[in-house]
């Protein structure tokens, strides 16, 4: 692989430093995705949010707990939390 360039270099850092409120804001748009998402749909977009958690580092537990129970309140009581934190 070619060398970063020293503006490469700092859109990759950038982009690293503001993972975890890019993370916030598309689970925030999962949220709204998810009252509104019936079926197969559904079930993939519990998935991505999953996926999600798991980058933002919120207990295996928690999120199992949560997938299982299928609420998308609690998932919104969850972002609550973790923009709280941040």
């Not at 060398?3 to 999962?30: F, P």
């Not at 519990?46 to 996926?51: D, H, V």
């Not at 919120?58 to 009581?77: E, F, G, N, Y």
């Amino acid at each position: 692989m070619a060398e970063l360039t020293k503006y490469q270099q700092k859109i990759v850092k950038n982009y690293y430093d503001n993972l975890d409120t890019a993370l916030l804001q598309r689970l925030g748009e999962q949220v709204t995705d998810l009252y509104l998402a019936e079926g197969k749909k559904r079930e993939k977009l519990w998935a991505s949010i999953a996926g999600s958690l798991t980058k933002l580092e919120v207990p295996a537990a928690r999120i199992a707990k949560l997938t299982a129970s299928d609420d998308a309140q609690q998932l919104a009581k969850l972002l609550q939390e973790l923009l709280a934190k941040d």
